[in-house]
């Protein structure tokens, strides 16, 4: 099977991983291998990966040299914040260029706000920056970022952290179907069927964190959702079957049979 592209670089896994709520360092680590997962998406804003010297460093337990480190800007509401924490980013990761924008509209949603969303990407990707974006299922605003010049576009299934899988699966269909970047499912996967179905599809990836972070045994669901995401991703390859309402059709031959 052909590999996910980004910006260029070739990657084996389909399944793109966060690394905030875990209890630790070491249950991150554990859970990210059991994945398979080559990018991870750090929050700049939450998580230490060298801005403060006195606290533990994410990088450590993950280092750059065995994964491709997405910085996000989750926490940010407006193109300001986020352009910035960006900056910081890329001073941090000695030039690193792959970044994850998201400009958020209110807390409690954590819905993007789509006019500070277009604003950040038109002024990181003049800055050189390889911008993969969080967006609403929007069609006609996911093909305006790809014109933008974004290097992915990354709608959400269904609201960050509320693992209620994929709400308008139609919608997605038309943003795969008009893309001509790769198509990556951000937010809202609750289980291992829910990445399988984003794959099938016909998406690109699925990135996630709290649908692993958050379950009951982390390293386990990891593992589940690396298949779900390659059992989706067959599937599609594949193709499935008609559906066929009252129409039934024996799955053996029929003619030839003993005693016939």
């Known amino acids: 099977m052909h590999q996910l592209t ?13 690394t905030g709520k875990y209890k630790d360092f070491a249950e991150t680590r554990a859970a990210i291998d059991a994945s398979g997962a080559e990018i991870v998406t750090v929050a700049i804003r939450r998580m230490n990966i060298g801005q403060d010297p006195s606290q533990p460093n994410l990088l450590d337990a993950l280092p750059p040299a065995q994964f491709t480190i997405l910085p996000n800007t989750a926490g940010c ?12 980013a890329r001073e941090l990761l000695d030039g690193h260029p792959l970044c994850k924008l998201e400009v958020l509209g209110d807390p409690t949603s954590l819905f993007p706000n789509m006019p500070e969303t277009l604003k950040a990407a038109e002024t990181l990707v003049k800055d050189g920056f390889h911008v993969m974006v969080y967006c609403s299922d929007d069609p006609i605003q996911a093909k305006m970022l790809e014109e933008i010049g974004c290097v992915a576009v990354m ?8 693992g209620m899988g994929i709400l308008n699966p139609w919608n997605l269909r038309l943003i795969i179907d008009n893309a001509k970047v790769p198509v990556i499912v951000d937010a809202g996967v609750g289980t291992a069927s829910d990445a399988a179905i984003a794959m099938e599809l016909g998406c690109d990836g699925v990135l996630m964190n709290t649908a692993i972070a958050q379950a009951k045994n982390p390293v386990l669901m990891a593992s589940a959702m690396k298949k779900g995401v390659e059992a989706g991703r067959e599937a599609c390859l594949a193709g499935r079957m008609p559906r066929k309402l009252y129409s039934a059709d024996p799955s053996s031959p029929t003619s030839g049979l003993i005693g016939s």
């Open 155 to 162: 709608p959400l299934a269904s609201l960050i952290g509320s």
């Open 6 to 18: 980004i910006a260029g670089k070739a990657y084996r896994s389909r399944l793109l991983v966060g």
């Open 77 to 88: 509401y407006n193109a300001d914040d986020a352009v910035r924490t960006l900056r910081l």
